[in-house]
């Protein structure tokens, strides 16, 4: 195999994985916003108080590394 190729293929392949990370990271993101809306339109309808929402808010944080 002609070493080009296989660079080209490598960096494709490099590629396509750091896609794949962003497109994840920024579905996290979403979800992590929906959750905010949910928990604010429970507060907001009486459902929880709001000391609860920040709780369950706070509870997502506990992993930095995510």
Same mark, same amino acid.
């Given at each position: 195999?002609?070493?080009n !190729? &296989?660079?080209i293929i490598?960096? %494709?392949?490099l590629g396509f994985l750091a896609? !794949? %990370?962003i !497109?994840? &990271?920024m579905s996290k993101s979403k979800e992590r916003e929906q959750t905010k809306r949910e928990v604010a339109a429970?507060? &907001?309808?009486?459902s929880m108080?709001?000391?609860q929402g920040e709780r369950l808010i706070a509870a997502g944080k506990k992993?930095?590394?995510d």
């Open positions: 195999m002609d070493t !190729l &296989a660079m490598f960096i %494709g392949i896609m !794949l %990370g !497109l994840h &990271a429970y507060v &907001a309808e009486g108080t709001p000391e992993s930095s590394s």
